[in-house]
């Protein structure tokens, strides 16, 4: 299994559709989780960070299931400016270990 | 606050050539990371710096990447000599401390031909 697993998608949805991405994770003694998103031919940059009690950002929110090892994505009343490569992101510990990155999905919000 | 400066953003180069990248990160943060990233996949780190010392270089292929941070601010990730399957992005991304949200730089694109 490998330390991140996402569905690469591509999600085409419609504009102002919701839409929800899960990620899962191997490792149960994960201890951060992120969300980052990516534009074509562009740095990842921070979306939101994922709080074990989940948390919400405007359209965008987070969840988190430490029993099933899986977080989520849900962004609400997709926007046009809402379609890139939405990275899952897993801190596997604490310290020195190094942050994981999933393969992304891509998501298409379309007119 | 100016972000995560990296050079050149573009470099072509021939197989068995060297090349080498600058990162310079957020002023302030103690920790640099090195991410390959290959169309399609997601950014794989190659190397983690503490201050000026190395914490991960695990994915690091060290008979052909070297990477330094000589006191404890830039650094520059070399490849020699380079290969087909080095052509990615090579992304520099700084953080406050370890575990932290990560700043990322616009990248490197390289082409290896």
């Known amino acids: 299994r490998k330390e991140v697993e996402q569905d690469p998608g591509p999600f085409n949805v419609p504009e102002g559709a919701t839409v929800a991405f899960n990620c899962t994770y191997s490792?149960?003694?994960?201890?951060?989780f992120f969300w980052y998103r990516q534009d074509c031919r562009k740095e990842p940059k921070l979306l939101m960070s994922?709080?074990?009690s989940g948390n919400e950002d405007g359209r965008f929110t987070a969840q988190l299931n430490r029993a099933s090892q899986y977080i989520s994505l849900l962004i609400r009343d997709s926007k046009l400016s809402d379609s890139a490569t939405y990275l899952c992101?897993?801190?596997?510990?604490?310290?020195?270990?190094?942050?994981?990155f999933g393969k992304g999905t891509r998501l298409s919000v379309i007119a | 606050e100016a972000g995560v400066a990296q050079s050149p953003r573009y470099k072509i180069i021939e197989k068995r050539q060297s090349v080498a990248f600058w990162c310079n990160p957020i002023?302030?943060?103690?920790?640099l990371y090195w991410y390959q990233q290959i169309l399609g996949q997601g950014p794989k780190l190659l190397i983690q710096?503490?201050?000026?010392?190395?914490?991960?270089d695990s994915q690091l292929p060290k008979d052909r990447f070297s990477a330094e941070r000589l006191k404890g601010v830039d650094s520059t990730l070399k490849i020699q000599p380079a290969k087909l399957e080095d052509s990615a992005v090579y992304l520099c991304?700084?953080?406050?401390?370890?575990?932290?949200?990560?700043?990322f730089g616009p990248g490197t694109r390289l082409t290896v031909l």
């Open positions: 991304a700084s953080s406050l401390d370890r575990g932290r949200e990560q700043f």
């Open positions: 490792n149960s003694a994960s201890q951060s």
């Open positions: 994922v709080y074990s």
């Open positions: 992101v897993v801190h596997q510990g604490s310290g020195n270990t190094p942050l994981v």
């Open positions: 002023s302030g943060h103690a920790t």
């Open positions: 710096f503490q201050n000026n010392g190395v914490v991960d």
